[in-house]
DNA sequence: ACCTGAACACCGTTCAAGT
DNA sequence: ACCTGAACACCGTTCAAGT
C-alpha cells in the first residue's frame, strides 16, 4: 500500500491535478494562448483553469480577479515586446537619429503585428489595471523619452522642418499605433491592403512620415 | 369593468410592459447609453431590456443576439459620424485639397473624441458584424475614396513632397486613427496631454503631418 | 499550503405559455 | 403579433471542506 503510493506520486505529478507546480505560470501562458487564438476577450479565468488542469476556484490562490491574471499577462506580453525594440535598437547606436527614430517604429510594427491579441493587451488599457502593471508603465515611460531624445537630437543638428517638437512626437506616435491598431482592427482590408503586404505598406507609410518630418 | 380598462390603458401605454410600442428604438438607446456610460463591453442585452423595462428574452424579438443589437448600434453611431463630417465639408468644397484634407481630419478627430465610445464600436470591428453593416461599409469606402481624391488632386497640382500616393494615403488615415484610439485607450495622460488640451495637440500634430506631407 | 466542488449572482439565448 | 418567465449553459468569484 505503501509502495504503490510511493509509485503513483511521481508518475502522475502532471496528470494528477493537486499540487500543480507552477500554476500561476500555467495560468498566464494558458491566458496567452487564449488571448493569441480569440483575442483578449476569448481570455477567461475558467478556461485557464481548465486548460492548467484545475478546479474553477483555484486560480483565485494566485489571482484575485480576472484583471489581475490580465495584468500578469501583460507584464509578461510587455516584456516580450521590450526585448524585441532593445534588440532591433542594440545595433544602431552609432546611426543618426532619424534612422534610429525609423528603426525603433519598424521595430514597434513588427512585433505589434505578428502579435497582435498581445499587443492590444498591453496597448488598450481596458483589459487591465495599467497603474497596477508597473513593468508595462515603465517601458512607455521610457519609449516616450527615448523618442524626445532623438527628435531632439535630430532638432539640434538641423534635420527637422518643424519646430514644435511635442506635435511631432505625439504625430509619430499616433503613426505607428494607427497602423498597429488598423491591423488588429481589420482595417487594411478595406483598404484594399493583403495580409502579407502589410509590413511593407507600413514601412512605407513610416517613410513618407519620417521624410515628411525631415528638412 | 369596462370603463376601469379603458381608463386604464392610455394611463400606463408607457408604464406596461406589454406592447411597448417601439422596443427595437428603446433598446437601440439603451444600448448607445450603456456604451457611452461603460464603453461597448458595458452594453449587454439584459441590462437594455432593463432600462426599456422589458424581460430578459423580449429583445430577441427584434434582434437575433447580442452582435446584431451592437451592428443596429453601429449604423446609428455611424450615421451621426457621417453627419458631423459632411456638415464640416459643406462650406469648404471651394478650398484647395490640402486644406480640405485637414478638414475631414478635424471633423473625424472632434467625433472621435467627444463621442470615444461610439466611435470605438464603429472602428474596433470586434463589437459586430461589419459585413452585416451595409451602412457603416459604405461610409467607410467613401471616406476612403474622398481622401485618395483629395490627395491625387493635390499631387496633380504639384503640391506633394511625396509621390507614394498610396502610402501617404494610409500614413493620414493611421494618423488620425491612432490618435482617436490614443484617446480611447487612455494613452494622452502617459503623454503628459491633459484631456482639455487634447483635441488642440491632435489638430497640431495633424498639421505636422499636413505641413510634411506638402512640398 | 494548495486545491476541490458546490454555491451564488451574473450573462446570452431559447421556448412554451400568456395577452 | 408581442411579451413574460422559467429554463439552460455559460462566466467570475467565494468558501467550506478535503489532502
Chains 1, 2 share one sequence.
Do not use: C
Amino acid at each position: 500500500m505503501a509502495m504503490a503510493k510511493s509509485v503513483k506520486k511521481p508518475s502522475r505529478a502532471a496528470a494528477s491535478p493537486y499540487h500543480h507546480g507552477d500554476l500561476r505560470r500555467a495560468l498566464i501562458d494558458a491566458a496567452l494562448a487564449l488571448a493569441a487564438e480569440g483575442g483578449p476577450s476569448a481570455v477567461s479565468v475558467r478556461e485557464a483553469a481548465r486548460r492548467a488542469g484545475v478546479s474553477p476556484g483555484a486560480p483565485f490562490r494566485h489571482f484575485d480577479s480576472r484583471e489581475a491574471l490580465m495584468t500578469a499577462v501583460a507584464e509578461e506580453a510587455q516584456q516580450r515586446f521590450r526585448a524585441e525594440i532593445e534588440a532591433a535598437l542594440a545595433g544602431a547606436v552609432a546611426e543618426g537619429p532619424l534612422r534610429q527614430l525609423k528603426l525603433l517604429g519598424m521595430a514597434y510594427l513588427r512585433w505589434a503585428m505578428r502579435n497582435p491579441a498581445h499587443f492590444e493587451i498591453i496597448s488598450t488599457g481596458r483589459w487591465f489595471d495599467h497603474d497596477a502593471a508597473v513593468e508595462v508603465s515603465r517601458d512607455n515611460a521610457d519609449a516616450i523619452a527615448l523618442s524626445e531624445q532623438l527628435l531632439a537630437q535630430a532638432a539640434a543638428s538641423g534635420q527637422l522642418r518643424s519646430v514644435d517638437l511635442k506635435a511631432t512626437q505625439i504625430a509619430g506616435r499616433a503613426l505607428v499605433y494607427g497602423l498597429a491598431r488598423m491591423n488588429i482592427d481589420r482595417h487594411f482590408l478595406r483598404w484594399g491592403v493583403q495580409p502579407e503586404q502589410v509590413e511593407r505598406i507600413a514601412e512605407q507609410a513610416l517613410d513618407v512620415f519620417i521624410g515628411g518630418i525631415a528638412r
